[in-house]
């Protein structure tokens, strides 16, 4: 069996964790196609969030405390930038985690693509799954904002590391998104899957922005493999972070069915929610409810499980 997985985030890094669980059972295959619209560019250096999340989570080395970065970090760098005052004083690197972009922004400097770079750094950390960027081009999550008086767009990471998404936020722009090319391997990874699974990512901003590749809703909606999403909203709240902001901002009920309803039945073959959302219909989906709570790596492989059974039902 060869499973894809569209995915990005925190919480899509832990389904990917669970995704592998089930995957080392039924001796499947499983191929992770990454958001990178969290992208930015610091200190001259390259970040890549959502890539590195999965990366580390996946190979042992992420923080479960903070849920993010390097378990045993250090912060020597960023306490010497700040003693420059150098800009921005809101975004925070740990000294392990610097040396990822280095090796990343050094790889990307020599012309190595993206695609080929993440390649590189897992060998290091051995996830057990292929980690694919959706993009090697330019493609960034921009949001306009109101901010001291003034309209414009600033990049994801200042709205929400910055901001905490506390601003009047008009809406979402994927920069790039139009010239932007799928990396090689994703078409690929999904015309050729059994079942496409969105993970239980943001919406908005993990998912849409790899939707946003020309070509990669196409080969999804025209495929022959069933695609399967697994529902963010858990009653009525998002499971972590901030989808109910993002969701409000484009005027989406901040439900399971409003996520559903918002990729569609042209995307969409089957919707799972949690059983606290069983009566969740989205029009033209079959939906199936059952727990959702990722409360460690085997909940997790359960719920991949049903996702599966809900691909074979449809």
């Known amino acids: 069996m060869r499973i894809t997985v569209l995915t990005g985030g925190i919480g899509g890094a832990r389904f990917l964790a669970g995704v592998r669980a089930y995957a080392r059972e039924k001796k499947a295959e499983v191929t992770a196609v990454v958001n990178v619209g969290d992208d930015v560019r610091m200190h001259g250096l390259r970040i890549c969030p959502d890539l590195d999340s999965v990366m580390y989570t996946l190979g042992g080395a992420h923080d479960p405390e903070r849920g993010w970065g390097r378990v045993g970090e250090s912060w020597a760098v960023k306490e010497e930038l700040a003693a420059y005052g150098a800009e921005p004083t809101w975004f925070g690197l740990g000294d392990k985690d610097i040396g ?7 790889m990307l400097a020599a012309g190595y693509p993206l695609s080929q770079v993440t390649a590189a750094l897992c060998e290091r950390w051995q996830p057990g799954v292929t980690l694919l960027p959706a993009t090697d081009d330019r493609l960034e999550t921009h949001v306009v904002v109101d901010v001291d008086g003034e309209r414009k767009a600033i990049h994801f990471q200042e709205w929400w ?14 920069v790039g998104a139009d010239a932007a090319k799928p990396a090689p391997g994703v078409t690929e990874a999904i015309e050729g899957a059994d079942v496409v699974l969105l993970a239980p990512s943001n919406p908005v901003v993990s998912i849409a922005p790899i ?10 909606s ?24 993002c969701l409000a901002t484009l005027g989406v009920e901040v439900s399971a069915a409003g996520v559903g309803a918002l990729y569609g039945e042209d995307l969409l073959d089957g919707w799972l929610v949690d059983t606290a959302d069983e009566k969740a219909d989205v029009p033209g989906v079959t939906t199936r409810a059952v727990p959702l709570w990722m409360t460690d790596e085997n909940a997790t492989a359960k719920m991949v499980a049903e996702a599966i059974i809900l691909a074979d039902k449809r």
């Open 100 to 106: 990822t972009h280095l090796v990343r922004t050094q």
């Open 222 to 245: 025209e495929g022959p493999a069933p695609v399967i999403g697994v529902s963010p909203i858990i009653g009525g709240s998002p499971v972590r972070g901030m989808a109910d902001k």
């Open 211 to 220: 939707l946003a590749v020309p070509g990669v809703r196409e080969a999804l």
């Open 161 to 174: 590391v910055r901001y905490r998404g506390d601003l009047p936020t008009h809406r979402f722009v994927f």
